[in-house]
C-alpha cells in the first residue's frame, strides 16, 4: 500500500493506461496535468481517484456525467466505446430476432448545443459506420423529441442523443433508444429499460481501448429535412389565437427554432422569446442552473410577460423535451409557476374529455407512482384506465394503449404515437391551445383546476430532497425510514408503510418507500437515479371544497399548511440519516 498523502501507484498506472489509449489530445493533456498535481495535493489525488473509482455507469438513462478526462467521466474515450458496445449489440440482438443482421441496423443520431456534443455525435457515428451500420446523423443542434420522433418516423433500430438535457453546463450525456426491428410494441422507440440496458453494458466492457476502435471518416448521411417537416406538420393545429400572448424561453438550449414555428403553425402569432435565452448557449448564462422548475429560472420570462402583459408563458428545457407553464393565479395574487402535477391535470382533463366523447372511450393515461394521484381520479371519471409506473419516461411511454402520459418532474408525452418520449414542444402547443380556447370562453387554466378540485377533492404535491455525500449512503436513508417510519403524517396516523423493492400492483421492485395515512397524505421517498439525492415527493388532499373561488382559495391555503407541515416533518426524518449535506424544499 501507498503511504498516505502518497499517489497510490496502482491509480497512477490506471490513468497512464488511459491516456495512452485516450484519442482526445486535450483529454490527454489534462490528465497528464492532474497526474502531475496529483503526486504533490490531496484534493488532485482525491479528483484523480473519483475519475477512476469505476466506468460511467451505462444504465437506463444510457450515459450521463460531467466532461471531463477519465472513465467515469463523459469524454470522447468513452462515447466511443459506448457506441462500439451499441453496435455489436444491435447486430446480435437482429441475429437473433430475425437470424439475419441485414439490412444492416439503421442508426440516427441527435445532438444539442452544449460543450463538445457534436465531437460525441460524430464519435459514434464514425464508430458505427466503420462497423457497417446505417448510420443518420443530424446536420445541426436539435431537440431531444425531435430525435425520438425520427426514430419511430424512420423506423430506425436505435436513436442516440447526445444530451445531459437540464443537468448544469459541466454536464453530457448519451441517451439511447430502440426501435425498428429491435423493439416492437408500446415499447417501441422508447428510451432503454432492462434487459437491453445491461446486454448492451456488456458489450461496452467487451469494447477495445479508444484508440483500437475503427472510426470511419465518411459513410453516414444527415437527417433527412423532411424528418422536422413531418414533426410539425403532425401537431395539432387550427384555430386562430390572435389574442392570446405568450412569452416563451429555451433556456439557452436547441428549443427556440422548432417551438417558435409549432406554435405558430398552430395559430399563435403573439408570441415574445425571452432575448437573453433565446440562442443556443452552453454556458446557460442567466440562470444557475437550466432547469425551468428551479427558484429564479424564469424571472426574466416573467419579467418579459408583465412588461407585455401577457397571458401565458410557456418554458422548455435545453434539449426541449420538458415544459413549464406560468399563469397569473387570482389565488396567489401574481405570476407563478404551475406545478408539473398541475399541467399533467390539465393535460389530462382535455384528453380525457375528448375520448369521453368516443363510444364507448379507450386509451390509458399514466403517471409515475411519485406524481399525483388526481390524474387516477380524471380517468376514472371519464371511463378509462389510470396506470402509474415506475419514475422516468422509458417506463412511462411504453404503457400499451397510452393516451398521455406525465411524470410531475415537468414531462409530458402528449403524442405517444409518434414520440415515446417526453415531449415539450407538443405539450406546449397543446397547453396554448387548451389556454386559447378557454380565453374565448372567459376563463384560464386556474379555472380548469379549480374546477377539478371541486369534482375530485384538491390534490396538493411538493418535493423535499436531502443530500448525502456518498451515493452508497441513499439505499441506506430509505432502509432507516422502512424500519423506523413515522407514527403519522401532520398528525394524522400512517396506515400504510410499502417497501417498493417488494414491488407495488403490477410494477416491478424499485428502491424505495411508500406512507399512507388516515387522511390520504401520501409520501413517497426514493433515491435519485441522478445525483446523491434522496427525494420525498408529497401529496395531501382536501376535501372537495364549495362552488366559490372564495372557497378553492380556502382549500388551497389549507391544503397548503398541512403539506408544509409534512414536508418540515419528512425533511427532519431524512436529516436524521448520517452525512447529509444538504436539504432543499421545491414548488413552496
Same mark, same amino acid.
Given at each position: 500500500?501507498?503511504?498516505?498523502?502518497?499517489?497510490?501507484?496502482?491509480?497512477?498506472?490506471?490513468?497512464?493506461?488511459?491516456?495512452?489509449?485516450?484519442?482526445?489530445?486535450?483529454?490527454?493533456?489534462?490528465?497528464?496535468?492532474?497526474?502531475?498535481?496529483?503526486?504533490?495535493?490531496?484534493?488532485?489525488? +482525491?479528483?484523480?481517484?473519483?475519475?477512476?473509482?469505476?466506468?460511467?455507469?451505462?444504465?437506463?438513462?444510457?450515459?450521463?456525467?460531467?466532461?471531463?478526462?477519465?472513465?467515469?467521466?463523459?469524454?470522447?474515450?468513452?462515447?466511443?466505446?459506448?457506441?462500439?458496445?451499441?453496435?455489436?449489440?444491435?447486430?446480435?440482438?437482429?441475429?437473433?430476432?430475425?437470424? +439475419?443482421?441485414?439490412p444492416a441496423p439503421l442508426v440516427v443520431i441527435g445532438f444539442d448545443a452544449r460543450h463538445r456534443s457534436h465531437d460525441?455525435?460524430?464519435?459514434?457515428?464514425?464508430?458505427?459506420?466503420?462497423?457497417?451500420?446505417?448510420?443518420?446523423?443530424?446536420?445541426?443542434?436539435?431537440?431531444?423529441?425531435?430525435?425520438?420522433?425520427?426514430?419511430?418516423?424512420?423506423?430506425?433500430?436505435?436513436?442516440?442523443?447526445?444530451?445531459?438535457?437540464?443537468?448544469?453546463?459541466?454536464?453530457n450525456g448519451y441517451k439511447v433508444y430502440l426501435g425498428g426491428r429491435v423493439v416492437t410494441g408500446p415499447g417501441q422507440g422508447a428510451q432503454i429499460v432492462p434487459p437491453y440496458d445491461g446486454r448492451i453494458a456488456d458489450r461496452i466492457a467487451q469494447a477495445p481501448a479508444a484508440n483500437a476502435v475503427?472510426?470511419?471518416?465518411?459513410?453516414?448521411?444527415?437527417?433527412?429535412?423532411?424528418?422536422?417537416?413531418?414533426?410539425?406538420?403532425?401537431?395539432?393545429?387550427?384555430?386562430?389565437?390572435?389574442?392570446?400572448?405568450?412569452?416563451?424561453?429555451?433556456?439557452?438550449g436547441v428549443g427556440d427554432p422548432l417551438l417558435g414555428e409549432a406554435l405558430r403553425r398552430a395559430g399563435f402569432e403573439d408570441v415574445h422569446p425571452v432575448p437573453q435565452?433565446?440562442?443556443?448557449?452552453?454556458?446557460?448564462?442567466?440562470?444557475?442552473?437550466?432547469?425551468?422548475?428551479?427558484?429564479?429560472?424564469?424571472?426574466?420570462?416573467? +419579467?418579459?410577460?408583465?412588461?407585455?402583459?401577457?397571458?401565458?408563458?410557456?418554458?422548455?428545457?435545453?434539449?426541449?423535451?420538458?415544459?413549464?407553464?406560468?399563469?397569473?393565479?387570482p389565488h396567489a395574487g401574481g405570476w407563478r409557476?404551475?406545478?408539473?402535477?398541475?399541467?399533467?391535470?390539465?393535460?389530462?382533463?382535455?384528453?380525457?374529455?375528448?375520448?369521453?366523447?368516443?363510444?364507448? &372511450?379507450?386509451?390509458?393515461?399514466?403517471?409515475?407512482?411519485?406524481?399525483?394521484?388526481?390524474?387516477?381520479?380524471?380517468?376514472?371519471?371519464?371511463?378509462?384506465?389510470?396506470?402509474a409506473t415506475l419514475t422516468g419516461f422509458k417506463w412511462i411511454a411504453r404503457v400499451d394503449g397510452l393516451v398521455l402520459g406525465y411524470e410531475e418532474a415537468i414531462g409530458y408525452c402528449v403524442d405517444p404515437a409518434r414520440v415515446r418520449d417526453k415531449d415539450g414542444v407538443s405539450a406546449a402547443v397543446a397547453v396554448a391551445r387548451l389556454a386559447a380556447r378557454l380565453a374565448a370562453r372567459g376563463q384560464g387554466l386556474v379555472d380548469v383546476l379549480d374546477d377539478l378540485a371541486r369534482r375530485h377533492g384538491l390534490c396538493l404535491t411538493d418535493q423535499v430532497s436531502v443530500r448525502f455525500a456518498e451515493p452508497s449512503q441513499l439505499d441506506r436513508a430509505v432502509a432507516r425510514l422502512?424500519?423506523?417510519? &413515522?407514527?403519522?403524517?401532520?398528525?394524522?396516523?400512517?396506515v400504510r408503510v410499502h417497501d417498493l423493492s417488494k414491488g407495488l400492483e403490477r410494477l416491478p421492485p424499485t428502491t424505495g418507500v411508500e406512507l399512507l395515512a388516515e387522511d390520504d397524505t401520501r409520501v413517497v421517498v426514493r433515491p435519485s437515479g441522478t445525483e446523491p439525492k434522496v427525494k420525498a415527493y408529497l401529496e395531501v388532499v382536501e376535501p372537495a371544497p364549495g362552488p366559490s373561488s372564495e372557497a378553492v382559495g380556502r382549500a388551497r391555503t389549507a391544503a397548503r399548511a398541512r403539506l408544509d407541515q409534512v414536508a418540515e416533518q419528512v425533511q427532519g426524518l431524512l436529516l436524521?440519516?448520517?452525512?447529509?449535506?444538504?436539504?432543499?424544499?421545491?414548488?413552496?
Open positions: 500500500m501507498s503511504p498516505v498523502g502518497a499517489l497510490d501507484p496502482d491509480l497512477e498506472a490506471a490513468a497512464l493506461r488511459w491516456a495512452a489509449d485516450d484519442v482526445d489530445d486535450g483529454d490527454r493533456r489534462e490528465l497528464h496535468e492532474l497526474l502531475v498535481r496529483a503526486r504533490e495535493d490531496d484534493a488532485a489525488r +482525491d479528483e484523480l481517484a473519483s475519475r477512476f473509482a469505476a466506468p460511467l455507469e451505462f444504465g437506463t438513462a444510457g450515459l450521463r456525467g460531467a466532461m471531463a478526462a477519465g472513465p467515469a467521466r463523459m469524454n470522447r474515450a468513452v462515447v466511443i466505446r459506448a457506441a462500439a458496445g451499441l453496435g455489436a449489440f444491435l447486430r446480435e440482438v437482429l441475429r437473433e430476432v430475425l437470424h +439475419d443482421a441485414r460525441l455525435a460524430r464519435d459514434s457515428a464514425a464508430v458505427l459506420a466503420a462497423a457497417g451500420l446505417r448510420v443518420l446523423l443530424s446536420p445541426a443542434p436539435a431537440p431531444t423529441p425531435l430525435l425520438a420522433f425520427a426514430v419511430r418516423h424512420l423506423g430506425a433500430d436505435a436513436g442516440i442523443m447526445v444530451t445531459a438535457s437540464h443537468n448544469p453546463a459541466t454536464d475503427p472510426r470511419a471518416t465518411s459513410g453516414w448521411r444527415p437527417v433527412p429535412e423532411a424528418v422536422r417537416e413531418a414533426y410539425l406538420v403532425g401537431l395539432p393545429g387550427g384555430e386562430a389565437a390572435a389574442d392570446l400572448r405568450i412569452v416563451t424561453t429555451a433556456m439557452h435565452q433565446q440562442r443556443p448557449d452552453p454556458d446557460f448564462p442567466t440562470v444557475a442552473f437550466p432547469n425551468p422548475e428551479e427558484p429564479g429560472a424564469l424571472d426574466l420570462a416573467l +419579467d418579459l410577460a408583465r412588461s407585455l402583459d401577457a397571458d401565458l408563458v410557456l418554458a422548455v428545457d435545453p434539449d426541449a423535451d420538458r415544459c413549464a407553464v406560468a399563469v397569473r393565479d409557476r404551475l406545478h408539473g402535477d398541475e399541467v399533467g391535470s390539465l393535460l389530462g382533463e382535455e384528453v380525457a374529455a375528448a375520448r369521453d366523447r368516443s363510444a364507448p &372511450p379507450r386509451g390509458v393515461l399514466a403517471s409515475s407512482i411519485v406524481s399525483s394521484r388526481l390524474l387516477s381520479r380524471i380517468a376514472a371519471d371519464h371511463g378509462l384506465e389510470h396506470r422502512l424500519d423506523a417510519p &413515522p407514527p403519522d403524517l401532520a398528525g394524522s396516523s400512517v436524521g440519516s448520517p452525512e447529509p449535506l444538504e436539504e432543499r424544499a421545491t414548488q413552496k
